[in-house]
Nanobody
């Protein structure tokens, strides 16, 4: 599954962005989907995840209340709505798909089989 992330860019603190992750020509049904982020010199960090049917979502404490993951299985797209952005949210955001992600590993990068190329979000103060 090839994933394409888009929607990143420069933004001022306090503003919003919506990231999208699509798999052209492929269905994402049956996959748990997640967003991770990686800032320069930092390790990859879990941001949010959503189960295949969209019924359960999980967010990192650092983004809870500000970010929201969602999916549209008809459009084969997963979204990350990011509100009240902060300079510390600056990172490359990567989407990931996993077909056998168990609950205890849903925040773990190694649980996901497929990764997109990432989209850069830069938040200025």
């Amino acid at each position: 599954v090839q994933l394409q992330a888009s929607g990143g860019g420069p933004v001022q603190a306090g503003n919003s962005l919506r990231l999208s992750c699509a798999a052209p020509g492929r269905t994402l049904r049956g996959y748990s989907m997640a967003w991770f982020r990686q800032a320069p010199g930092e390790e990859r960090e879990f941001v949010a995840a959503i189960r295949s049917n969209g019924g359960h979502v999980y967010h990192a404490d650092s983004v809870k209340g500000r970010f929201a993951i969602s999916r549209d299985n008809m459009q084969n797209t997963v979204y990350l709505q990011m509100n009240s952005l902060k300079p510390e949210d600056t990172a490359v955001y990567l989407c990931a798909a996993g077909s056998r992600v168990i609950l205890s590993s849903i925040r773990t990068a190694s649980a996901y089989d497929h990764w997109g190329q990432g989209t850069l979000v830069t938040v200025s103060s």
